[in-house]
């Protein structure tokens, strides 16, 4: 167990609505990260926030959003949503910024599109 | 720049045989290089992890090995079980910055 729980592990729902996935990292970690991991794109790195502020972006679509807030649990929001958005989404969470720092994956949120 | 390369894209070996995975990347701005384990069903798992001062680094059956010069890397599992039967994803990222970029995965197979 990472010690980074997501909910909902799956969700299944249809073209054009909206879905949020939330995460809540290992105890004292201050950064967040959002993948997407699907079959034609493998694991893709969506957002990072450090604090409750976006510290880098990566491949996320305009229709995705994400926060972090004060209790430094995390939200992606999905909206709009296309059949090609049915991927396995992964919340990691470090204790710190900079590389080496290892980084710890949940279990992921299944989003299936239909 | 940003791509890292995985090879093979699966692999079979027998139980007690050696399974070796390979990276190659091309940003040269990459000083940090991981390897993390996927199970059916879970999330990556930090495997192993390698700096570019070192040309190779072993923690029990895990071995990295990295060339700089020729800006690739490699996994070796040696004495391979069917409990390593898994996903492995090679990764980088540069200091100061977590943004991983993932290899495509490599499916490994450990036959009884």
């Known amino acids: 167990d990472s010690g980074v729980t997501q909910t909902p592990k799956h969700l299944i729902t249809a073209t054009g609505q909206r879905v949020t996935l939330r995460c809540s990292p290992r105890?004292?970690?201050?950064?967040v990260y959002w993948y997407q991991q699907s079959l034609d794109q493998g694991l893709q790195f969506l957002i990072q926030?450090?604090?409750?502020?976006?510290?880098a972006k990566g491949n996320i679509l305009e229709r995705f959003s994400a926060q972090q807030f004060p209790d430094l649990h995390s939200e992606l929001n999905l909206s709009s949503l296309e059949l090609g958005d049915s991927a396995l989404y992964f919340c990691?969470?470090?204790?710190?910024?900079?590389?080496?720092?290892?980084?710890?994956f949940g279990e992921g949120s299944w989003l299936t599109v239909v | 720049q940003q791509q890292v390369k995985q090879s093979p894209q699966s692999l079979i070996v027998q139980k007690g045989g050696i399974s070796i995975i390979n990276c190659a990347y091309e940003?040269?701005?990459?000083?940090?290089f991981p390897w993390y384990q996927q199970f059916p069903g879970k999330g990556p798992a930090l495997l192993i992890a390698?700096?570019?001062?070192?040309s190779e680094k072993k923690e029990g059956r895990f071995t990295i090995s990295f060339n700089k010069s020729a800006k690739q890397f490699s996994l070796h599992i040696m004495d391979s079980q069917p409990g390593d039967s898994a996903t492995y994803f090679c990764?980088?990222?540069?200091?100061?910055?977590?943004?991983?970029?993932f290899g495509t995965g490599t499916r490994l197979l450990v036959s009884p």
């Open positions: 990691a969470s470090s204790s710190l910024l900079g590389a080496g720092n290892t980084i710890y």
């Open positions: 105890s004292g970690d201050l950064s």
């Open positions: 926030y450090y604090n409750g502020e976006e510290r």
């Open positions: 940003n040269t701005a990459f000083d940090y």
């Open positions: 390698i700096r570019p001062d070192v």
């Open positions: 990764a980088a990222t540069d200091t100061g910055f977590q943004k991983l970029v």
